[in-house]
């Protein structure tokens, strides 16, 4: 019998230690976004509003259009007007 108590206990132990650690959880994911909303500045990205061979941010994964094809949009990772035309270090290919 003694060995069913001593089963109980660890069962009761590990279950709050389960619970104590998925409690944090919340805390963790509502700290992410702040973070993945900071964008990296022209500068550190290196951008220039013209393209590198085929590379520009037009065909970026990256980039979020204007209005028109030809009108400057923004990018999701570079902060300030992005020109379609424009190239950075962080260019990635659209699948």
Not at 32 to 56: C, E, F, I, L, R
Request: hydrophobic share 35%; glycine share 8%; charged share 15%.
């Amino acid at each position: 019998m003694s060995n069913d108590l001593n089963f109980s206990r660890r069962s009761l132990v590990k279950r709050i230690a389960l619970l104590a650690g998925t409690a944090s959880i919340p805390g963790l994911i509502a700290s992410v976004p702040a973070h993945a909303k900071a964008k990296v500045s022209q500068a550190n990205a290196k951008y220039q509003s013209t393209p590198n061979g085929d590379k520009k941010c037009s065909n970026c994964l990256q980039f979020v259009p204007g209005k028109s094809a030809n009108e400057n949009g923004t990018c999701k990772i570079v902060e300030g007007t992005i020109s379609p035309n424009g190239y950075c270090v962080l260019w990635v290919a659209k699948q």
